[in-house]
């Protein structure tokens, strides 16, 4: 390494750390296989704590604090046992530190490049608090409530301590969890079986692409170092060929990732990695479940992967070439979890704000990914997107227009511009109302259901070939809430049993009644010209709300609410007068 300081400079943007490369048992000649990693460069203080990020070492198990601990200043700084991985640094909670502080600002890192913005968190504060030891348990959630991470540790079968806060994917997951609750709130409420699997099978896609993105790790499951230089040494054809990459690299991981995680994360790649294909296999009713129909999500990605792999690697040889270079086949692997994993984060602007499918999720990420990459050839990562997910039985959602197969539909033409002012649409809540108001029509928004836009942000997103695409990105939202005989209006039937259930509460018939909150909303695409290229959204009255009340009554979380017939007259009058009188004040679930 040089002699330059990273964190010194100021003038440089990125700074480099070392973490372990998957978790401490990955190892090598006894020792833990590390990766050094570029993060962005900002004034730590003690904790550490910067400032989108605050560690705070306090298990609550026992009830006590490890202290604010100080991290090198530089790369160059640290102790030569965390860049040799001693196994001495498991129980080094400095090392820890620095271990989740780098994980998660380097995620923060990868979904701001990729969706070309600024991200806050779901909380209105800046900093997410880290707890690397805060509770003696086998598990690591992301609570909004206490606005942080919170990683447990264990006693492993070899009866030494295990650390969650090791575990480079334990880490992405949780913390992919919550940039994906600030991107869409919506997606932790109960709608339908895909939204809830999306949440865990999104974060395993981001979490496993990003320990595929390390070379370090690439490497080592092809072909475990031997002392030779990896430019010296080669892979034989049939080692590239998908079903033994599928072998060495996702099998491997998940042999790797070892025993002493076994519950918590390498048997969920595993058995995603085992999931045969079948287009029939989200109607198993097995597969109804959250994390197990994540599964399915996981394994399309992580197939196409796969196979966007081999085929890169045989193009960069002659056709009858017998064995490839390892240090070439390490470096396209790692490319190309880097690309998906953008691709994928990308896809979320481009995702309806509530009532995700899996379709949805497809569509959504070939319709994003042809605006900021119209070039597939190189990786193709569309085409084997979509050959994985339709083995699934996953297909994009039928486009009106033929041209656009695959994508979401264009924006219609027949919109009106002229009372809005596209300077104020790039910022301006209020203005990007003003647009929904003028065509509410034409993008049929229901004018007696509660709407409101919840976000407008400028992006500006970079492709791999240095395409730039300047875009603005707005969500909006809508409610009703209403009783059964006014679903049934709508074409919204809730399950027969559900009415017979609501009727059984009814005591007063003529003095409240028993509404039920349905949602829709969309997001609003426009170009740098500020014209709308695309609006995707889920009506409030659409036709997929029958199928959500009743998956919700099976489930058991279809609610009804008492209303007070005062409110009645105001719950159904027009969006204006929704807003006049200020929907914000009904007691109710929010939004
Ligand atoms: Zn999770």
């Known amino acids: 390494m040089g002699s330059k300081r990273s964190a010194g400079d100021a003038r440089s943007p990125v700074r480099y750390m070392s973490i372990v490369a998957q978790d401490p048992s990955v190892t090598w000649r006894g020792r833990i296989l590390m990766a050094k990693v570029p993060i962005p460069a900002e004034d730590v203080i003690p904790g550490p704590m910067g400032y989108r990020v605050q560690v705070v070492d306090y298990d609550s198990t026992r009830q006590y604090f490890h202290g604010s601990h100080t991290l090198p200043a530089s790369y160059e700084d640290e102790p030569k046992a965390w860049q040799r991985g001693d196994p001495a640094i498991v129980k080094d909670f400095q090392f820890h530190a620095q271990n989740v502080y780098a994980l998660v600002m380097k995620t923060l890192a990868r979904f701001e490049f990729a969706l070309g913005r600024r991200l806050g968190w779901s909380f209105d504060n800046h900093q997410l608090k880290i707890a690397p030891h805060g509770m003696f348990d086998a598990n690591a959630f992301y609570s909004p409530v206490e606005e942080g991470l919170v990683f447990g540790y264990f006693k492993g079968l070899s009866g030494g301590p295990v650390f969650t806060a090791l575990s480079h994917d334990v880490v992405v997951h949780e913390t992919t969890h919550a940039l994906l609750d600030a991107l869409r709130e919506r997606y932790m409420m109960p709608s339908n079986p895909d939204q809830a699997a999306f ?46 990459l599928q072998k060495s690299a996702l099998f491997g991981l998940a042999d790797q990732m070892g025993n002493e995680l076994d519950g918590l994360r390498g048997s969920a790649l595993r058995r995603s990695a085992e999931l045969v294909p079948n287009p029939k296999i989200l109607d198993d009713p097995e597969f109804a479940e959250a994390h197990r129909r994540g599964e399915v999500f996981v394994a399309a990605v992580m197939q196409a992967f796969i196979a966007a792999w081999s085929k890169r690697i045989k193009e960069t040889g002659l056709e009858n070439q017998t064995a490839f270079p390892l240090a070439s086949i390490v470096e396209e692997g790692a490319d190309i979890a880097d690309a998906l994993a953008t691709l994928w ?46 083995a699934y039985g996953i297909t994009p959602v039928a486009a009106e227009q033929p041209a656009q197969a695959d994508c979401w539909a264009h924006a219609p033409e027949n919109l009106r511009y002229d009372r809005v002012r596209f300077e104020s649409m790039r910022s301006d809540k209020d203005e990007v109302f003003r647009f929904l108001w003028e065509n509410r029509d034409a993008l049929e928004l229901q004018p007696d259901a509660y709407a409101k836009v919840t976000s407008v942000r400028p992006c500006l997103r970079t492709g791999i070939d240095g395409f730039v695409l300047r875009e603005t990105v707005a969500e909006y939202y809508q409610v009703a809430r209403l009783t059964p005989p006014e679903l049934a209006e709508r074409n919204i039937s809730p399950p027969r049993e559900f009415l017979a259930h609501v009727k059984g509460l009814k005591a007063e018939p003529d003095d409240d009644d028993f509404v039920t909150a349905v949602y829709g909303g969309g997001v609003l695409i426009f170009d740098e010209y500020g014209r709308l290229k695309y609006h995707v959204h889920n009506k409030i009255f659409g036709s997929q709300q029958k199928a959500r009340l009743k998956y919700l009554w099976e489930a058991g979380l279809l609610t009804v609410r008492i209303e007070s017939a005062a409110y009645r007259q105001a719950r159904l009058s027009t969006l204006h007068r929704m807003r006049a009188i200020d929907a914000r004040k009904f007691p109710l679930e929010g939004w």
């Open 199 to 244: 949440h865990e099978g999104f974060s395993d896609v981001i979490a496993l692409l990003s320990v595929f993105a390390l070379p370090e790790v690439v490497g080592h499951l092809l072909a475990p170092p031997t002392g030779k230089r990896n430019s010296a040494r080669t892979i034989a054809r049939k080692d590239i060929e998908p079903d033994a």
């Open 345 to 390: 984060i990308r896809a979320l602007d481009y995702m309806p704000p509530v009532h995700l499918t899996f379709q949805d999720a497809l569509t959504a990420a070939l319709t994003s990914d042809t605006q900021v990459r119209p070039d597939d050839q190189r990786f193709k990562l569309r085409h084997y997107l979509k050959e994985q997910f339709a």
